[in-house]
């Protein structure tokens, strides 16, 4: 009994009581966004509707930021070397402290020392004490703006990884810009779909969901080994007496958007 008939041109998917029609589809379809902005330096338009072993498509203008990154680690190189010589010095300090303190304790103890004797011994330990405990301060200040710097290495490397789009194994379906233009974060720049394997959609109707794992998916009255790998629970906005479901199965040799037919049974 025929229920329903769709208009082709309106519908992906045909039901005749329980066959189905599906495009062969990639598996994931994904528009890439600008992680930053910047000035679009060059486009790939050759890469433009190929399958991309591994390319750079878009180059965002970065050479500010390599500048940056350069001048930051030269920063990093000068502190460190800051930070090492202030390690000597408070090691030195550290050992006029004790130094400084065992004359002060002995003088203490001299009955025939003189309180001014016994107050510059003192004084004496205690600016070699506070000499110490300044360059030790500087050490934590030093190794505080080392880790800043470093972050700042790390922001940067990712704000330039973020300016090269780099597709790898992936089908560079349209480019969105071009050259010359700027973008800002959440521009689209490129329309990309995995195609490393496939999948069919269709859209089954409730009585159709009863015993699902148990059935066998038949492909052009041919029966398979694949089953539905995934079925929404909610029904479908657009045919919302039917609910959506995906077959995975192997990218196709030739080209996508194949009509099948399909039931399952």
Same mark, same amino acid.
Not at 88 to 106: C, F, M, N, P
Not at 131 to 158: F, G, H, N, P
């Given at each position: 009994?025929?229920? @329903?008939?769709?208009?082709?041109?309106?519908?992906?998917?045909?039901? !005749?009581?329980?066959?189905?029609?599906?495009?062969?589809?990639?598996?994931? +379809? /994904?528009?890439?966004?600008?992680?930053?902005?910047?000035? /679009?330096?060059?486009?790939?338009?050759?890469?433009?509707?190929?399958?991309?072993? +591994? @390319?750079?498509?878009?180059?965002?203008?970065?050479?500010?930021?390599?500048?940056?990154?350069?001048?930051?680690?030269? +920063?990093?190189?000068?502190?460190?070397?800051? %930070?090492?010589?202030?390690?000597?010095?408070?090691?030195?300090?550290?050992?006029?402290?004790?130094?400084?303190?065992?004359?002060?304790?002995?003088?203490?103890?001299?009955?025939?020392?003189?309180?001014?004797?016994?107050?510059?011994?003192?004084?004496? !330990?205690?600016?070699? *004490?506070?000499?110490?405990?300044?360059?030790?301060?500087?050490?934590?200040?030093?190794? &505080?703006?080392? %880790?800043?710097?470093?972050? &700042? /290495? #790390?922001?940067?490397?990712?704000?330039?990884?973020?300016?090269?789009?780099?597709?790898?194994?992936?089908?560079?379906?349209?480019?969105?810009?071009?050259?010359?233009?700027?973008?800002?974060?959440?521009?689209?720049? #490129?329309?990309?779909?995995? #195609?490393?394997?496939? @999948?069919? /959609?269709?859209?089954?109707?409730?009585?159709? %969901?009863?015993?699902?794992?148990? &059935? &066998?998916?038949?492909?052009?009255?041919?029966?398979?080994?694949?089953?539905?790998?995934?079925?929404?629970?909610?029904?479908?906005?657009?045919?919302?007496?039917?609910?959506?479901?995906?077959?995975?199965?192997?990218?196709?040799?030739?080209? !996508?958007?194949?009509?099948? *037919?399909?039931?399952?049974?």
């Amino acid at each position: 009994m025929i229920k @329903k008939i769709l208009p082709f041109l309106c519908m992906p998917l045909f039901v !005749f009581a329980k066959v189905h029609y599906a495009k062969v589809e990639p598996y994931e +379809s /994904v528009v890439l966004k600008a992680a930053t902005s910047g000035l /679009v330096l060059k486009v790939d338009l050759d890469a433009e509707g190929r399958l991309i072993a +591994s @390319k750079r498509v878009i180059h965002l203008d970065d050479t500010l930021d390599y500048i940056n990154l350069k001048d930051t680690k030269k +920063s990093i190189a000068f502190l460190k070397e800051m %930070l090492r010589i202030n390690k000597d010095i408070a090691t030195s300090l550290k050992e006029t402290v004790r130094r400084q303190k065992g004359r002060y304790e002995r003088m203490s103890k001299i009955s025939t020392a003189s309180q001014t004797q016994k107050d510059n011994t003192y004084s004496a !330990f205690t600016s070699a *004490k506070t000499q110490y405990l300044s360059t030790r301060e500087k050490i934590i200040s030093l190794e &505080k703006q080392i %880790l800043d710097m470093e972050y &700042k /290495v #790390a922001q940067l490397k990712d704000v330039i990884e973020k300016k090269s789009i780099i597709l790898k194994n992936k089908y560079l379906y349209k480019l969105l810009v071009k050259e010359g233009d700027f973008v800002a974060p959440g521009t689209p720049l #490129a329309n990309v779909k995995d #195609a490393s394997r496939a @999948k069919l /959609v269709l859209f089954l109707e409730p009585e159709e %969901l009863t015993n699902i794992a148990q &059935k &066998k998916v038949y492909i052009d009255d041919k029966e398979t080994t694949y089953k539905i790998d995934k079925i929404w629970k909610i029904a479908d906005e657009k045919y919302i007496s039917s609910y959506r479901a995906e077959i995975y199965i192997p990218a196709p040799k030739e080209v !996508f958007s194949k009509l099948m *037919k399909l039931e399952i049974r």
